[in-house]
């Protein structure tokens, strides 16, 4: 399985991002789909997660800026980020709990390879 993100960039405060991810491989189904960051000199937070029932949950410094959405269905991950501040710089992982074709009776967590985000004041 592969995590596939894009959409990382440079921005100046108060400016939008998004970010993509696709999901590949050999899945039988997803759980539930996110993305964390981890920012310079911190450990890897939660940003926001969508699980295969529609529901959503937020890191608390993004609630309000960050907008989570996805298709579990069809693999893929979208973050839409407004309102950024510098504070929201940093590497940004796409994750999936995922359930692959040869193990359906149970689900491990998979990880892309990360894209920076780097917001400037």
């Known amino acids: 399985v592969q995590l596939q993100a894009s959409g990382g960039g440079s921005v100046q405060a108060g400016g939008s991002l998004r970010l993509s991810c696709v999901a590949h491989?050999?899945?039988?189904?997803?759980?539930?789909m996110g993305w964390y960051r981890q920012s310079p000199g911190k450990e890897r937070e939660v940003v926001a997660v969508?699980?295969?029932?529609?529901?959503?949950n937020y890191g608390d410094p993004v609630k309000g800026r960050f907008t989570i959405s996805g298709d579990l269905n069809k693999r893929t991950l979208s973050l839409q980020m407004d309102s950024l501040k510098p504070e929201d710089t940093g590497v940004y992982y796409c994750?999936?709990?995922?359930?692959?074709?040869?193990?359906?009776?149970?689900?491990?967590?998979?990880w892309g390879r990360g894209t920076l985000v780097t917001v400037s004041s």
């Open positions: 969508i699980s295969d029932d529609g529901s959503t």
């Open positions: 994750y999936g709990q995922v359930v692959v074709i040869m193990a359906v009776m149970s689900s491990r967590d998979y």
């Open positions: 491989g050999n899945i039988y189904t997803i759980r539930a």
